[in-house]
């Protein structure tokens, strides 16, 4: 089955603690992407990947890190999560046809994070 | 910069009613245009897409038209059902000066009651 994967899905923790969220697609897409949902906000873009070692910031990067060292696996990492870091974060996937039309989104579960 | 304004919710219905969402958006060049439909407790899901100026997009129902000359892509459905109660996003990207980047709204809230 095509899907994207998070884990863990729920998540409480502290502080400074650092954490990684996984994410996990197996449709062999080249552009992946995190987000966070915020109530009043919508989706907010934190990075995305265009394709393996390709990485650009979206529009709420700060306090957060990717890597793309393969290509079905984007992990966010939170270095030292804060309060307001505590949000709901979805990945998503898609083909990258190089053109000017953007290809469809697949978008995994969610992630809940809690930052005590 | 980018970005995409719509309606605010939370929109209320009867059910067989019909549902229009408004959306604008500002963008520099012709970008892609999408609404997304969230369930409660899930992700996103396609619901359609538009790709260029005039074209219209259409699923379960639900359509919505690109217009570049009021930059809009309003949601329109004629008949509604408790089903398609969800929170329904637009968003846009493949502009010109931001390949990847995808702007959402901040999505508007349907409930459809029996």
């Keep these: 089955e095509a899907q994207v994967t998070q884990n863990p899905r729920y998540l409480i923790t502290v502080t400074g603690k650092k954490l990684t969220v996984t994410c996990s697609q197996n449709m062999n897409h080249e552009y992946m992407s995190w987000y966070r949902q915020d109530p009043g906000l919508g989706l907010r873009q934190i990075y995305y990947s265009m394709n393996v070692e390709v ?4 529009d709420v990067p700060e ?3 990717v890597s793309r060292k393969e290509k079905r696996n984007f992990p966010l990492i939170l270095e030292s999560p804060s ?4 949000s709901l974060y ?3 996937s898609s083909l990258a046809s190089g053109g000017p039309y953007q290809e469809t989104q697949y978008f995994g579960p969610g992630t809940r994070l809690l930052v005590l | 910069g980018n970005s995409v304004t719509q309606m605010e919710g939370p929109v209320t219905l009867s059910e067989e009613a019909f ?3 408004n959306c604008t958006y500002t963008a520099t060049g012709y970008p892609s245009l999408f609404w997304y439909v969230q369930y409660p407790g899930e992700g996103l899901q396609l619901l359609l897409k538009a790709t260029k100026a005039d074209d219209k997009g259409s699923n379960k129902g639900f359509e919505a038209t690109y217009r570049k ?3 809009s ?5 004629g008949s509604v059902q408790v089903s398609d109660s969800a929170v329904y996003f637009c968003a846009l990207s493949r502009t010109t000066d931001s390949w990847g980047k995808f702007q959402f709204g901040a999505g508007t809230q349907v409930v459809v009651t029996p």
Excluded: M, R, S, V
């Design chain 1, 55 to 58: 990485t650009d910031k979206g």
């Design chain 1, 63 to 65: 306090g957060y890190k």
């Design chain 1, 83 to 86: 309060p307001n870091q505590t």
């Design chain 1, 90 to 92: 979805f990945c998503a």
């Design chain 2, 19 to 21: 549902l229009t969402i």
């Design chain 2, 69 to 71: 000359e009021t930059t």
């Design chain 2, 73 to 77: 892509f309003h949601l329109e459905k």
